[in-house]
């Protein structure tokens, strides 16, 4: 399901835009797909649904269009943003919040076409390149690069990123393991490690760059190192 937003405070626009992403939709054959409409960036703040693509006007009430950006990238958003403006000099204020796109009214059917297939092409890249955790009503996007290792304790998976930070849901390590790619390796019944980080393996244990170890059970110290050397070669090292 890819999840749309349209956010303007002007109602001609808002049906103009809905009406484009559904005209696009219906002539790709997609049919998983939704469109939410907002009249100012408050509501849009404010709603439980993370979107997976977001237009923005950026001339609204406050908190205008950038100003909501802002804070949506503030929190952790990873929406794609697409400004929607006739105020083409604002271009500049969109590399701060990190904006996907920039389409200038009124609409250019060709340019917006374009933009939606770079859009979902972006989609498809992330959704092989991220794992999507369900925490209770919630979830949170993890992307594969950022994780270390995987653990499990009890009934939880435990992800342990680059930045030091740990994210835990309920699940099972076999679980995880059926989600990642070749990256990753099972080196211990309760401990699944990302290639990109081992920087080796000794006494039973694997070496990870923040001064860390994980365990790697004996039977497994061979094909680790077997699956790490052929990491390299494919990244060539």
């Given at each position: 399901?890819?999840?749309?937003?349209?956010?303007?405070?002007?109602?001609?626009?808002?049906?103009a835009l809905a009406a484009h992403i559904e005209n696009y939709m219906k002539e790709k054959q997609m049919t998983a797909y939704?469109?939410?409409?907002?009249?100012h960036g408050q509501p849009l703040l404010e709603a439980d649904d993370g979107f997976d693509v977001i237009f923005l006007d950026i001339c609204m009430e406050q908190?205008?269009?950038?100003?909501?950006?802002?804070?949506?990238?503030?929190?952790?958003?990873?929406?794609?943003?697409?400004?929607?403006t006739v105020?083409?000099?604002?271009?500049?204020?969109?590399?701060q919040v990190?904006?996907?796109?920039?389409?200038?009214?009124?609409?250019?059917?060709?340019?917006?076409?374009?933009?939606?297939?770079?859009?979902?092409?972006?989609?498809?890249?992330?959704?092989?390149?991220?794992?999507?955790?369900?925490?209770?009503?919630?979830?949170e996007v993890v992307p594969l690069d950022r994780i270390v290792y995987g653990e499990v304790l009890g009934r939880k998976v435990y992800l342990h990123k680059n930045d030091g930070t740990v994210v835990?849901?309920?699940?099972?390590?076999?679980?995880?393991?059926?989600?990642?790619?070749?990256?990753?390796?099972?080196?211990?019944?309760?401990y699944l490690v990302n290639l990109d980080y081992v920087r080796g393996c000794q006494d039973g244990q694997v070496m990870l760059p923040r001064g860390e170890a994980i365990p790697v059970s004996r039977l497994r110290e061979r094909a680790l190192a077997q699956a790490l050397l052929h990491h390299m070669r494919e990244r060539g090292h």
């Open positions: 399901m890819i999840k749309f937003a349209v956010c303007d405070d002007e109602p001609l626009m808002v049906r939704s469109v939410t409409c907002f009249s908190p205008d269009g950038m100003e909501t950006a802002r804070q949506l990238r503030r929190r952790g958003d990873r929406s794609l943003l697409i400004f929607v105020l083409e000099e604002c271009v500049f204020d969109a590399f990190e904006a996907y796109d920039f389409l200038l009214k009124p609409l250019d059917s060709t340019r917006f076409q374009q933009t939606m297939d770079r859009a979902l092409k972006r989609l498809d890249q992330r959704a092989a390149r991220d794992i999507v955790i369900r925490r209770g009503t919630g979830c835990d849901y309920y699940s099972r390590l076999e679980d995880l393991e059926r989600r990642v790619d070749g990256r990753f390796f099972k080196c211990h019944r309760s």
